[in-house]
């Protein structure tokens, strides 16, 4: 019996995003979208058009340089959101508009104050505006885990007439339990009328942990359409994990009636690259893509490993693309070779100035260390695609003692919109000295809510990348900051945050949540 194809919808980029300090540049957007677009996922949810002139951009900028993959923004039910969709996936050679509306009672009652009868006809309403634009029309009921079930098939049954060709059944607030909410799934399917001509989707959140056993539970039940993240990033507590439901699929071919399209092996890199733009570290012991995720501390594991692998293992390494950080440049390899290689890794830079710029930096890295794998190279260019308009405060000189039983000490140089200023400040270790040297100069009265270190690459020689977290007012953002100097990288991170601080450009939320 062949297998049904599993939809596997990406919202990193949009629902990821929306994670503490975790939003991205339009460069940074455009780099995981090549990236999953290499993956081979089949949609790719790109923002939210309507929540800012950025948001409109990158969408528009994907849409353009994205085509083997469905290139998809989200859209509250008004004609405003979905006339910004429209325009901005208006270039894609596949655009889908995702368009969504509250169903649940309090929902309903407290934020939309809306009869059920004006979301029927409103849901109606947005997907014959979004039929302006594309065939390829996605619904959702926000927080339909918590949805009368007769309002459900209601909703549904109006919108399919209405045009829509996938139907999403978020479990927005992650209240569901797999059992339930595949009933759920099997229940809506069954009641609907021409259910069988729509693709039913589930969005699950992880605030319980079962982000991906409900969505895995409302495949068996009939669901043909996964919302997933890399690394299971979303807000709260996250989203169900592309690479766990992929893999779970793939592994267990004996369970599911269905199979993805994606290149496993670009799983790995797409995971680190998520990470390091973002600022958030995968734990080690993250299912298929954490460090330790194919290490074997017991003894009996590692004879049983050693004797046959699948003693212990039910995946290997390489098909999720652990094998692949090759060395691949050296101090000695031409500006030619590192354009290529960057290429290859799906990154871009605007001009000849910013590719010379990155070259001479990673001339200076080589110099430092001698192999260089594909992780220093994104590492790299996330801090080159800062441009100098957004470099606020840039770092000129930094010197820092640090003596057994004395304070350490660091006198720091800032160019600050063109001027010099120099600090002194003294601190708990030369971390803390170089950050009180920094807000001397900068003045920013920001708080710090993260400061964490990774090591990017194997060895003592390796690059540390620092994440920065720095909340003032409103705004949350993430700083990133690499150098095989760890104080260097430090002060680059907090610098990193201080410029998006300054940055005018403030992200709108919506008003809901999928």
């Known amino acids: 019996m062949s297998k049904q194809h599993l939809v596997i919808f990406d919202t990193t980029l949009r629902d990821g995003e929306q994670s503490p300090g975790a939003s991205m540049t339009k460069e940074e957007k455009i780099r995981v979208a090549r990236q999953l677009e290499k993956m081979r996922v089949d949609v790719i949810e790109a923002g939210f058009a309507a929540a800012s002139p950025g948001d409109f951009d990158a969408i528009q900028a ?35 508009i995702h368009t969504f509306i509250a169903t649940s009672p309090i929902h309903m009652e407290k934020k939309l104050r809306m009869t059920p009868d004006q979301v029927v006809e409103q849901a109606v309403k947005a997907v014959g505006w979004a039929r302006q634009f594309t065939d390829d029309i996605e619904f959702s009921a926000e927080d339909a885990g918590r949805s009368d079930i007769d309002f459900l098939c209601r909703v549904f049954e109006a919108v399919i007439q209405a045009g829509a060709r996938t139907i999403n059944v978020p479990d927005t607030v992650g209240y569901a339990i797999p059992f339930q909410y595949a009933e759920t799934i099997r229940r809506l399917i069954e009641r609907v009328p021409n259910s069988d001509k729509v693709v039913w989707s589930v969005h699950c959140h992880n605030d319980l942990g079962l982000a991906v056993s409900n969505s895995l539970a409302a495949v068996l039940a009939g669901a043909r359409q996964v919302e997933c993240t890399i690394n299971g990033l979303g ?40 990470s390091q733009i973002t600022g958030y570290p995968v734990q080690p012991n993250k299912a298929v893509v954490g460090a330790n995720a194919f ?33 691949v440049l050296g101090k000695h390899s031409g500006r030619n070779a590192f354009k290529t290689r960057l290429a290859e890794l799906g990154i871009e830079l605007a001009s000849d100035e910013a590719l010379n710029a990155a070259f001479a930096r990673f001339k200076e890295l080589a110099d430092k260390k001698h192999e260089i794998f594909d992780e220093d190279l994104h590492a790299l260019v996330s801090e080159e695609l800062v441009t100098p308009e957004q470099e606020h405060y840039k770092l000129v000189y930094s ?3 640090s003596e057994t039983g004395e304070m350490p000490l660091a006198t720091v140089i800032l160019n600050v919109g063109g001027v010099e200023h120099k600090a002194l400040a003294g601190g708990g270790g030369p971390v803390d000295a170089t950050f009180k040297a920094i807000e001397r100069i900068a003045g920013s009265g920001a708080e710090l809510l993260l400061y964490s270190v990774n090591a990017i690459t194997t060895g003592t020689d390796a690059q540390g990348e620092v994440t920065t977290r720095l909340a003032k007012g409103e705004r949350i953002v993430n700083g990133n900051g690499a150098d095989t100097d760890i104080v260097i990288a430090s002060a680059r991170s907090y610098l990193n945050a201080l410029n998006k601080l300054h940055s005018s450009l403030d992200k709108v939320r919506a008003q809901g949540d999928i």
Request: net charge neutral.
């Open 62 to 96: 994907i849409a353009q340089s994205v085509r083997e993959s469905t290139v998809c923004s989200l859209a509250r039910a008004n004609e405003t959101d979905i006339r910004r969709s429209g325009e901005a996936i208006k270039s894609a050679a596949s655009g889908r």
């Open 235 to 274: 807000e709260r507590a996250g989203n169900a994990a592309l690479e766990e439901i992929v893999m779970a699929v793939r592994t267990r071919a004996d369970i599911f009636p269905v199979e993805t399209r994606i290149d496993t092996t670009q799983i790995v890199p797409a995971s680190k690259l998520v």
């Open 295 to 327: 290490a074997h501390e017991s003894g009996i594991h590692q004879d049983g490993v050693l004797k046959h692998r699948e003693t212990y293992e039910i995946m290997r390494a390489q098909d999720v693309g652990w094998a692949q950080n090759k060395l």
């Open 399 to 401: 010197h820092v003692c």
